[in-house]
Structures are given as C-alpha cells and as structure tokens.
C-alpha cells in the first residue's frame, strides 16, 4: 500500500446536474463543488484523489476496471445505475479493492424501486442522507480501512 492511497471516486449519470437538478433532494451543491471538498478532505487524510463523473454504464465499468491498477479504494455513487446494473456489480466484484457506496438522498425514505442496490452487494459500506458530506465521510472511513481499522 502506497503511503498515499488513490482514491478513485466515481458518479454516474446526472450527476453532473447536481445544483440544478431537484434541489429539494439533492441540495444545492454542485458535483465541482463536492470535488473541492473531497480534496480538502482527501489532503487531511494524506488520500490522493482521482474525481470522475459519467452518464454511461460502460464508462464506469472501464473506470471501475482500471481501479485495479491505478487505485487502492472505489468511492462510488452510481445514481439510478445502482438500483439496475449488474455490469456495475460484477466490475466492482472483480476490481479487487474496496468499495464504498455513497448517495446523496437517504435512498430508504424514497420510492420503493430505490431500496434496491445492486453496488451494495459489493460494497463494504453504504453511506446515504448527507448530501455531499457523504463523500467526505466515505474517504473518512476508507482511509481507515486502508490503514488497518474497520
Ligand atoms: C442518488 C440516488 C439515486 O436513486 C438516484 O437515481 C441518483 C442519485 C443519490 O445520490 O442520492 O441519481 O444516487
């Protein structure tokens, strides 16, 4: 393990709508704005970060396929993918390093077809129902995963 761990932190589709999109939900902040936050955090927790978003399954399975190589953890809010893709399963299953599954909303308070997750299946935890304060509470717990805790 390298002495500073890459952290490859995904989102997938709409996302990049965040800020714009049913703030109600999803709050104000935008995904560069969450990006920013995640490096602030990431440079406190000696974490280096690697920051993508894509509308497209495949996309992400290449993303997610390459972790093998190029990262140590996966952060990874896979938006409406999580509740659909077994592809999305199956790469995180092979990528060999751990993942951890973020949403913005609280998922269980939502419809039905959102409780759901295929990526939690993969996951070694969910965190969901803190906005973007969830993804720093994710590299919080991966850096301690990482380094030996739980
Ligand atoms: C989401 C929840 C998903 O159900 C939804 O499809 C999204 C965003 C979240 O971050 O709360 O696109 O992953």
Known sequence: MA?????????????????????EIYGSE???EIEDSCLDCAARLDLS???RQS??????????????QSADGIILNAGAYTHTSVA?????????????E????????RE??????????????????F???GYELALTAMARLLRGGN
């Open 3 to 23: 002495a500073n761990p890459t952290i490859l932190i995904l989102n997938g589709p709409n996302l990049n709508l965040l800020g714009l999109r049913e703030p």
């Open 102 to 109: 973020v949403h913005l909303s609280n998922i269980f308070r």
């Open 131 to 133: 906005g973007g304060h």
């Open 49 to 51: 970060i690697d920051f």
């Open 30 to 32: 935008t995904l560069s």
């Open 88 to 100: 999305i399963l199956d790469a995180l299953n092979a990528a060999a390093v751990p993942a951890i």
């Open 112 to 129: 039905e077809f959102r409780h759901n997750s295929f990526v939690s299946r993969a996951a070694r935890g969910v965190i969901c129902g």
């Open 55 to 68: 509308n497209h399954e495949g996309q992400l399975v290449d993303w997610i396929q390459e972790a093998r």
